[in-house]
């Protein structure tokens, strides 16, 4: 099928193709105090806002009673209305891009809404997309954790005999769930400078093996009451769209006092998330078979097809401190990588009756491909600190220095003109404080 066409100016490769309008909160000079709702489209932006005060849905009576979704601070009101809406929301903006338009008056030949609805994507600022009330985050990645139970156990206890029974997880911290393009602190905290001496003594400090978890992280949009589970069923309903994702670890914080309660101050200080959400609905076409379970499964977790993870091409990008500073593509992976799908971990989550929220995020775990191409974390690239990750210019990593950037990104689909991608999830290290 020919890809969509529109009558604004698109590159063709653009992660916002006319396939995808993601959805995000703005800033911009036209409302530089005020977070609006926004799509991307291009290289411009959406104001929602602007386009709902300017009768842009004028053309979608039934939305008339919500358009105040489009005058919050987040998406979480939008979010709420649920599956249905998002899909008849998304589709009229289709249309109204569209180079065949049905309604050209609304905005293809009305060009006072669009000096006041379309901005310059350079012009504004994105922010966090919904008010996180909870965070979850998972460990559906079977290669990395393979990968990281063989560094600590050995390849014949590297995966715990509960690890293809129930999609593993943890709940994290949603007050330092941060926009991509925040800067990252190296967490201080205890550490074991030789874990391998006796009496294990810890000392105080900055993370020396600060690290980078590859994830993609799912919002939802569907609330379900304390003590009614999610059906399996019914779970991918709660889904309101995906982010890349990059949790960042602190490996030695986290060895000393995972045992028993599992991470902590090592995983805590903060996780950072694509700006732009994309939709249940683009990522459709993407679908790809999760990596095989062999596992009878209890019926709870059950799902009635298999294809229920993406196909979505993942690149991680190291850039170095300094003007002579140098990027190197690190990783090169992809979505499929999974066990688990989010359907699965929504249902497990809310089984014994958790009571989940809009804007709840849940973590995949860290992606890695089975070969060294596309590993998702610098703990398994360095083999856990034992050998050195290659950069340009001769440079080398084990763990993160400061200063250092981690970039992100996540596309689907190889077609000019008919990408859906996520744009970048980035984030940059900076010094930890120091103590007196």
């Not at 909870?134 to 690890?163: I, K, S, V, W």
Request: proline share 7%; aromatic share 8%; charged share 20%.
């Amino acid at each position: 099928m020919a890809p969509l066409r529109s009558w604004l100016s698109i590159p063709q490769d653009s992660h916002f193709s006319l396939a995808n309008l993601p959805f995000g909160i703005i800033t911009s000079k036209i409302s530089q105090t005020e977070k609006r709702p926004a799509v991307a489209i291009g290289e411009l932006v959406l104001d929602l806002q602007a386009f709902a005060h300017g009768d842009g849905f004028s053309s979608l009576p039934s939305l008339k009673d919500h358009l105040s979704v489009f005058s919050q601070p987040t998406l979480n009101a939008f979010a709420a209305l649920g599956q249905p809406v998002h899909r008849e929301v998304r589709a009229y903006l289709q249309n109204i891009l569209s180079d065949t338009t049905d309604h050209p008056q609304i905005l293809k030949d009305n060009v006072s809404l669009q000096k006041t609805a379309l901005l310059p994507k350079h012009e504004t600022k994105t922010h966090l997309p919904m008010q996180i009330g909870d965070y979850t985050d998972f460990y559906a990645g079977e290669n990395h954790a393979f990968n990281a139970g063989c560094l600590f156990r050995g390849p014949a206890n590297a995966l715990q005999p509960n690890y293809f029974h129930i999609p593993i997880g943890y709940h994290g911290r949603a007050s330092t769930v941060v926009v991509s393009g925040t800067p990252i602190r190296r967490p201080n905290g205890q550490l074991l400078l030789d874990p391998t001496v006796d009496p294990k003594i810890p000392t105080f400090g900055p993370s020396r093996r600060l690290d980078i978890e590859l994830e993609l992280g799912c919002l939802l949009c569907k609330a379900n009451p304390m003590g009614e589970p999610v059906p399996i069923k019914e779970a991918e309903q709660a889904i309101f769209g995906f982010v890349l994702m990059n949790d960042w670890s602190a490996r030695d914080i986290q060895a000393w006092e995972y045992v028993p309660l599992g991470p902590f101050n090592g995983k805590n200080f903060g996780t950072t998330i694509s700006p732009w959400v994309v939709l249940f609905d683009a990522l459709d076409h993407f679908r790809a078979e999760k990596l095989k379970n062999e596992t009878k499964l209890l019926p709870y977790l059950e799902e009635g097809r298999s294809d229920t993870v993406y196909d979505i091409r993942l690149e991680v990008d190291l850039t170095t401190p300094g003007p002579e500073g140098s990027t190197t593509t690190i990783s090169r992976g992809s979505g499929r990588n999974l066990v688990w799908s989010f359907a699965q971990m929504i249902a497990h989550h809310s089984v014994g009756g958790c009571a989940m929220q809009p804007g709840d995020l849940l973590g995949s775990g860290t992606i890695s491909t089975k070969d060294d191409s596309g590993l998702g974390s610098l703990l398994e690239m360095s083999a856990g600190g034992k050998k050195e990750i290659m950069l340009a210019g001769m440079d080398v990593r084990k763990f993160l220095k400061d200063g250092d950037t981690i970039t992100i990104r996540g596309v689907c689909g190889g077609e000019p003109g008919a990408l859906v991608g996520f744009g970048e999830c980035v984030g940059t290290i900076e010094s930890a404080i120091i103590f007196p």
